[in-house]
């Protein structure tokens, strides 16, 4: 027995084949609820390490001096803690004012400024002058005690100022507000 079969302009897809998959699209967020973050370019980022990493150098050599000095005294314990609030005074009124100083500089000249630069020729002369000037001081008459407080004080500003260049580099441009 012959049947003709049905022609279809359809073609039938196979029983196993899955229905096309779903596509879902993200939410849109307007652009008013959130900040975009600042890029720092990669000399941008290098010029920030070089200036945090200046001031913990420094702030490392001073306070291993420093406190080289106070474990002799009697007071050792007293000295230290003198050292260390004159040191969260000067950074709180004097460093962190000059850090945020010098990332700007290095936020205003450009991504394609030179690394160098990162400090202004008048700042390079006062790290030689403060460099010289505690070699002075080390070769007075000065008693060391008091020498120790000094240098952990200035020891704790770097270290504690250079916080600075580190949330910048962390966070972007604009937390330098």
């Known amino acids: ?9 359809e073609p039938r897809a196979p029983a196993s084949v899955a229905p096309p ?3 879902v699209e993200a939410p849109v967020i ?21 200036a945090g990493g200046l001031w913990m150098i420094a702030a490392l050599i001073l306070g291993m001096r420093g406190a080289g000095w106070l474990l002799p005294v009697e007071w050792t314990a007293a000295l230290f803690g003198a050292g260390v609030v004159l040191g969260l005074v000067k950074s709180r009124f004097l460093l962190d004012r000059i850090a945020r100083g010098v990332s700007r500089r290095i936020h205003d ?3 394609t400024a030179s690394i160098v630069g990162f400090l202004s020729v008048r700042s390079w002369v006062v790290v030689v002058v403060m460099m010289a000037g505690g070699h002075a001081l080390r070769l007075t008459a000065a008693p060391r005690p ?22 910048v580099l962390a966070r972007g441009w604009d937390t330098l507000g």
């Open 1 to 9: 027995m012959y049947r003709p079969m049905k022609q279809t302009t």
């Open 21 to 23: 998959p779903v596509v």
């Open 30 to 50: 307007p652009a008013a609820t959130f900040s975009v973050r600042p890029v720092l370019t990669p000399g941008e980022r290098v010029q920030l390490v070089l």
């Open 109 to 111: 000249r450009g991504p």
């Open 146 to 167: 008091a020498l120790g407080v000094l240098y952990v004080g200035i020891a704790t500003a770097l270290t504690v100022a250079s916080r600075v260049y580190w949330r």
